[in-house]
T-cell receptor
Framework: GEDVEQSLFLSVREGDSSVINCTYT??????LYWYKQEPGAGLQLLTY?????DMKQDQRLTVLLNKKDKHLSLRIADTQTGDSAIYFC????????????FGAGTRLAVHP | DVKVTQSSRYLVKRTGEKVFLECVQD?????MFWYRQDPGLGLRLIYF???????EKGDIPEGYSVSREKKERFSLILESASTNQTSMYLC???????????????FGAGSRLTVL
């Protein structure tokens, strides 16, 4: 069945780069997303990538998509303490416009 | 900006009580969703609605019902709350397919429900 997997925890030093990885199962997914959840808040869209793209860059964020391996990654350059949050990967399976599949979320901890 | 408002941020209820969670969006979105978020499980879809009075079951509809009498409002109902329904509940909305911004889901801040 459809599934999105990501590691649950990542710890990085302030100023380093963070890389959060995700694997998904539906090779015909049209869009793949990264959402951020800060403590006590809902999910906020960070960025998304269309399936015909390999890479998308937006300021400190770089998204890489490897369709062959069904692997999505989010790189945060110069990680700051304000980046501490839970990051969710999500896919939009084909034929399931209203059924986004979310991963369990990766908790990013940034320490001095 | 689209705003999705969940009226209750924190609720504490007793087992067997009826619980209403309300969600309102202000951008005339066709689609509205209720998710449940639990640690290590991510977000699981309970129900969604693609139009007024229309609804579809998500992955975990058991123990829940929904109501969409007006386009802007989507309610989640727990007819008889149980302790295993203690969770964070997230509402979201999205434009209809083919509309501008249709690929983006916008979330409310969440309602944390504790059932004793």
């Amino acid at each position: 069945g459809e599934d999105v997997e990501q590691s649950l925890f990542l710890s990085v030093r302030e100023g380093d780069s963070s890389v959060i990885n995700c694997t998904y199962t539906d090779s015909s997914s049209t869009y793949l997303y990264w959402y951020k959840q800060e403590p006590g808040a809902g999910l906020q869209l960070l960025t998304y990538i269309f399936s015909n793209m390999d890479m998308k860059q937006d300021q400190r964020l770089t998204v890489l998509l490897n369709k062959k391996d069904k692997h999505l990654s989010l790189r945060i350059a110069d990680t700051q303490t304000g980046d501490s949050a839970i990051y969710f990967c999500a896919e939009n399976p084909s034929g399931g416009y209203n059924k986004l599949i979310f991963g369990a979320g990766t908790r990013l901890a940034v320490h001095p | 900006d689209v705003k999705v408002t969940q009226s209750s941020r924190y609720l504490v209820k007793r087992t067997g009580e009826k619980v209403f969670l309300e969600c309102v969006q202000d951008m005339d979105h066709e689609n509205m969703f209720w998710y449940r978020q639990d640690p290590g499980l991510g977000l699981r879809l309970i129900y969604f609605s693609y139009d007024v009075k229309m609804k579809e079951k998500g992955d975990i509809p058991e123990g829940y019902s929904v109501s969409r009498e007006k386009k802007e409002r989507f309610s989640l109902i727990l007819e008889s709350a149980s302790t295993n329904q203690t969770s964070m509940y997230l509402c979201a909305s999205r434009p209809g397919q083919g509309n501008s911004g249709a690929n983006v889901l916008t979330f409310g801040a969440g309602s944390r429900l504790t059932v004793l």
